[in-house]
């Protein structure tokens, strides 16, 4: 078919000017936009679902010619249309770091996207695994231990993703790749090792771009899984110390108790937050981490954080 009727699909990949649009039937157009949208000031970004009409059907290529409306967008990195963000931390092998994880999850609590936490190489430490997921037990996260190495957890986790376009977030070496690779059967993502001189993964991916979940995992329901580089990079944004606490799932069953309306959870005395914790309630690493960033917005003093011990 070329000419005339237009196919709807989603854009994948947007590289150098070409946008790769993947169409219902799960053909990959390689598609170039009207020349108005770049005159409206309007740029076409992975996730986009468009319509576009078919050019030359042997080359696979074609036209944009609408950009349907946007639910949502990232601007660091650009992606649209996000229902949730998959955020994958290694057991092991590089260590947690909680602070960057816990300044991530107030990040996506600040942008209303909700988050599904992936503890990966479980099988590197299966009590590291039990103990990552006691603490953020509370945190308001779907939780999943994996092994991409056995394969444990992995079903359980693209039921998670199914139906929806899931955008993958974490720092390097945690295994990112390697998972795209195992719920996607289109992709072939290049994986990165862990350098043995920093303990840390080195980054693959130079794009952001959507790789369609495997029919095993997802059958005929449209799922994406939407790679991006950068995404750690982001930093908290225009949130006040005082209300850096409405961010915090594990407060929010106990802030009602406390003696004051505007209890930061720090200093006051009669804190319910504080009782929870002492009494167990709220995991430790989570409060720490919470003063940290307080910190860290009140501009009071730079923030070193700790090297996790392997």
């Given at each position: 078919m070329t000419g005339g009727e237009l196919l709807e699909g989603k854009i994948i990949r947007a590289v150098a000017g070409f946008f790769y649009v993947r169409s219902a039937d799960g053909?990959?157009?390689q598609c170039k936009a009207k020349g108005t949208f770049r005159r409206e000031g309007i740029r076409?970004?992975?996730?986009?679902?468009?319509?576009?009409?078919?050019?030359?059907?042997?080359d696979r290529e074609g036209n944009i010619e609408e950009i349907h409306q946007r639910k949502n967008e990232l601007i660091?990195?650009?992606?649209?249309?996000?229902?949730?963000?998959?955020l994958v931390f290694a057991c092991a092998s590089p260590a947690v770091n909680h602070h960057l994880l816990g300044r991530f999850l107030v990040m996506m609590r600040q942008k209303d996207l909700s988050v599904v936490l992936c503890f990966n190489k479980k099988d590197l430490s299966e009590d590291a695994a039990e103990e990552l997921s006691a603490d953020y037990a509370g945190s308001g996260c779907a939780l999943h231990a994996v092994s991409v190495q056995t394969g444990e957890g992995i079903e359980a986790l693209a039921a998670q993703l199914k139906g929806r376009t899931s955008v993958l977030a974490g720092p390097s070496g945690v295994g990112k790749s390697s998972l795209i690779n195992a719920l996607c059967?289109?992709?072939?993502?290049?994986?990165?090792?862990?350098s043995w001189k920093t303990g840390h993964g080195k980054n693959t991916t130079r794009h952001s771009e959507l790789f369609a979940l495997s029919e095993e995992y997802a059958g005929d329901v449209p799922s994406y899984l939407c790679d991006t580089p950068g995404f750690m990079s982001l930093k908290t944004e225009n949130i006040e110390p005082r209300d850096l606490h409405a961010y915090i799932a594990e407060f929010a069953p106990y802030e009602e108790r406390c003696r004051f309306d505007?209890?930061?959870?720090?200093?006051?005395?009669?804190?319910?937050?504080?009782?929870?914790?002492?009494?167990g309630e709220i995991a430790g690493i989570r409060y720490e981490d919470y003063k940290l960033l307080y910190e860290e917005l009140k501009g009071e003093r730079p923030v070193y954080v700790k090297k996790a011990k392997k």
């Open positions: 053909t990959v157009y076409p970004l992975a996730g986009d679902n468009v319509s576009f009409e078919v050019t030359h059907e042997g660091r990195p650009p992606v649209v249309n996000i229902d949730q963000v998959l059967e289109e992709a072939v993502m290049e994986t990165g090792d862990v505007n209890c930061t959870h720090l200093t006051e005395p009669d804190c319910a937050v504080k009782e929870a914790l002492a009494a």
